[in-house]
């Protein structure tokens, strides 16, 4: 399933991008915002808060940042 993120096309190198992350970045962004905003809906759909699903958010991107948390 294509989302409106994922329409969106990838700067190619010999347009003043220095690396295959810069080229990336807009896209990525885009993709995590609208994960997020998915993942809000759900959670609200299923009774939780808004403000429970942002902490829940927070603390899952908490976790795969720290070396050793099972990931």
């Known amino acids: 399933m294509m989302t409106p993120a994922t329409r969106h096309s990838v700067t190619p190198p010999n ?16 993709i995590e915002e609208e994960a997020e905003v998915r993942m809000i809906a759900a959670a609200i759909r299923a009774g939780w808060s808004a403000e429970d699903a942002v902490a829940a958010i927070d603390q899952l991107r908490r976790n795969e940042l720290i070396p050793g948390s099972g990931h």
Do not use: G, R, S, V
């Not at 347009?15 to 970045?25: D, F, P, V």
């Open 15 to 30: 347009e003043h991008i220095l690396t295959a992350q810069e080229a990336l970045e807009p896209l990525f962004l885009k």
